[in-house]
């Protein structure tokens, strides 16, 4: 069954320092994994798209990996701000005969205080 | 900086009631898309809408559902008689193509759909 998992399910963590998230997934055949940033009662915003080839993208403070062999993603955020509390999901995209199907993770739901 | 709106922000509604929400995704984007996110859980795909016609569903996406781009800017998801379990944030997302799988979908902000 495709599916994606993600920990931890929430963390709390003092501004400006650092934290990875993690995500796995089962999905098959993968096409591409995303990132994305939801603030609360707001739609998901984008970090990263990665592809099979890709290992890391950064996108500012955000640094993603993935491991295509494990079908392991994470999300490294660093130097932490109070405006980086918010839900990081991870969503994996693969293919069928009938198309794009997308397969989205429940999220970790970061907290960074003051 | 373009982005996707959506109408209303809240709506409620009694079940059986036939709802339309509305968004205005970014004028040069060319794909559309609707999700839904029930309170506490994760986002879930409903539809794909491309070229006047849909280009992906989910099992969500059964026969009370419908999407149409009635003129060059709407872009509508009709819930023809909601039920409870339909209460959820529905969001509009938009890309400028499709194909290659790299493109970003920019979200909308949401409408909170309650129904009672």
């Known amino acids: 069954k495709n599916q994606v998992e993600q920990s931890p399910q929430s963390l709390i963590i003092l501004e400006g320092k650092n934290c990875t998230l993690q995500?796995?997934?089962?999905?098959?055949?993968?096409?591409?994994l995303r990132w994305y940033k939801q603030d609360t009662g707001r739609g998901p915003v984008s970090l990263t798209i990665?592809?099979?080839?890709?290992n890391t993208k950064s996108n500012g403070r955000y640094t993603a990996t993935l491991d295509a062999d494990t079908k392991q993603s994470s999300l490294h955020i660093t130097a932490s701000q109070l405006s980086d509390s918010a839900s990081y999901i991870c969503v994996v995209i693969y293919r069928d005969n009938y198309g794009q199907n997308f397969v989205f993770g429940p999220g970790t739901r970061l907290s960074v205080l003051p | 900086e373009p982005e996707v709106t959506q109408t209303p922000s809240h709506q409620v509604t009694q079940m059986g009631q036939e709802v339309i929400l509305r968004c205005v995704p970014i004028s040069n984007h060319l794909y559309f898309y609707w999700y839904r996110q029930i309170l506490g859980q994760k986002v879930e795909f409903l539809v794909s809408f491309y070229n006047n016609e849909i280009s992906e569903k989910s099992e969500i996406f059964d026969d009370q559902f419908s999407v149409e781009r009635p003129d060059g800017s709407n872009f509508t998801l009709k819930i023809r008689s909601t039920k409870l379990e339909d209460s959820a944030m529905y969001f509009c997302?938009?890309?400028?193509?499709?194909?290659?799988?790299?493109?970003?979908?920019?979200f909308g902000p949401g409408t909170r759909l309650t129904v009672t």
């Open positions: 995500c796995n997934y089962t999905v098959s055949p993968f096409s591409n």
């Open positions: 990665m592809t099979f080839s890709e």
């Open positions: 997302a938009s890309s400028e193509a499709w194909g290659g799988s790299m493109y970003e979908q920019y």
